[in-house]
């Protein structure tokens, strides 16, 4: 059994490292994706600092997002011990997480549909294939390159926007940020959903032959965090902890069924 699991596993890193050989020969696929993380920053920025700093007033002076955040402190302990300027830019930073976690999923999802197929175009998968390599291997191979690089990603993301917020934020800001709902995003429901979609990425991907139509199908995958983060700016909400785990687990049961 053990045997058999290790020459899973060989098939499965053959096969992720030559991914990963081709993307580090091919740096122009991954700069588009750098390129959306790091734009991913910006948002929060000009509408926590620079907006205030251009209207000449705090954004508590200014009376907006007040009521609002009062309401997040609510349902996010992180929220609770701030207060006045401090707890409204801490509610905005808590909001715009979710932006962080899908701009290099979305990135990630177009390297694993452009390498698919561009295989079945070259026809590079047809030696693969006869390999005895399984469906299921196969899938996670071509799915773990892309994730390792989304993850890292996304992990990079959020250090560049903590220490953002620890430059420019109100004292204590940063530790709300800093806290168990972040965690939950980053290490729980982020690393879940960038699997789902690449997962989806690459089932697509090995049916279609266009790369333009299989991304189009795979961004259903992305629709929901999508939603819930335009609703979270619209309506001036965040989203809590309990539906975050409940995401998660939405997530985790979807993997299981593209796995298996």
Known sequence: MSRAAGSSRQRIGAVARKDAAELVRNPGAILPAIAMSLGSLVPAFIVVIGAPMIAGETLQQSGEF??????????????????GNALIQAF??????????????????ALATHAVIGEKQSRALEPLLSTPISTVELLAAKTLTPFVFSLGLTWITGLLYMAGILAVGEPGVWRSILGFRTFLMFVVLGPLVELAALQLSVIVSSRASDP?????ISSLMILPITAVFVAQLMASSIVSHAEIMIGAFGCLVLNAILLW
């Open 92 to 109: 905005l930073f808590h909001q715009f997480l979710l932006l962080l976690l899908l701009v290099p999923v979305v990135g990630a999802m």
């Open 66 to 83: 007040a009521d609002e955040a009062q309401a997040a402190a609510v349902l996010v302990p992180e929220l609770a011990n701030l207060t």
């Open 212 to 216: 333009r139509s299989a991304q189009q």
